[in-house]
Each structure stands twice: as structure tokens, then as C-alpha cells.
Nanobody, 123 residues
Framework: QVQLVESGGGLVQAGGSLRLSCAAS????????MAWFRQAPGKEREFVGV????????LYGDSVKGRFTIFRDNAKDTASLQMNSLVPEDTAVYYC????????????????WGQGTQVTVSS
């Protein structure tokens, strides 16, 4: 089992920045990738980005490419999501997720989830 805890959400004005963190514990050696998803009210869960745990290679969703960056720290078992140039459409609950086998854009592929952290971007 892997446990994930997100932190760093909050309220920010459009154009601002926030950094989210996801701390993993438990059998972290079994993780292949850690991803970020987000879900706005009434919408499906959307892929934000994923990082392969061993190589650190990231992939991003089209809506955040060029604005968001994922970092991972293997020694601390944490992954961070740096969000810049935020817009109101980025408002959502942000979740981190971990998978043992693949680096996927689909939320149904992920075995472990954090509780989520709210990000609100005001116009």
C-alpha cells in the first residue's frame, strides 16, 4: 500500500502561482509513476501531468503545458506541482495519484489516491 497526502492548495488571483506537494509513504519502492489530476464541479477528472518515478521524465496535459511543472524528489518520496500563470479555469480539486506499473493519462489506471486539495483562482 501507498499513502498519498497533498498540501499547498489555496486561493490565488489570476496570473499568480501556487505550488502543490504530494508526500508518499508506505511501499513507495513499488511506485512507477506519480500523477496529478484535477476535478472541477460537474466535470470529469482531468489529467494534469505525470512523472516517472525512476527517470523523472514528465508528461503534461494540453491545458497546462508550458504553465505547470512537475518535480519529484525520490529521497523524500515527494512530488510537487508548480503552477504558474494561473487562470480561473484552473480552479478545481487537485489530486495526486500513484501507479505501480505505468505512466498513464487515465485516472482509472491509478491504484492510489490522495484526498485532494482545493485550488481556487479568482479573476
Amino acid at each position: 500500500q501507498v499513502q498519498l497526502v497533498e498540501s499547498g492548495g489555496g486561493l490565488v488571483q489570476a496570473g499568480g502561482s501556487l505550488r502543490l506537494s504530494c508526500a508518499a509513504s508506505g511501499r513507495t519502492s513499488s511506485m512507477y509513476a506519480m500523477a496529478w489530476f484535477r476535478q472541477a464541479p460537474g466535470k470529469e477528472r482531468e489529467f494534469v501531468g505525470v512523472v516517472t518515478w525512476s527517470s523523472g521524465r514528465p508528461l503534461y496535459g494540453d491545458s497546462v503545458k508550458g504553465r505547470f511543472t512537475i518535480f519529484r524528489d525520490n529521497a523524500k518520496d515527494t512530488a510537487s506541482l508548480q503552477m504558474n500563470s494561473l487562470v480561473p479555469e484552473d480552479t478545481a480539486v487537485y489530486y495526486c495519484a500513484a501507479d505501480r506499473y505505468r505512466s498513464s493519462r487515465s485516472p482509472t489506471d491509478y491504484d492510489y489516491w490522495g484526498q485532494g486539495t482545493q485550488v481556487t483562482v479568482s479573476s
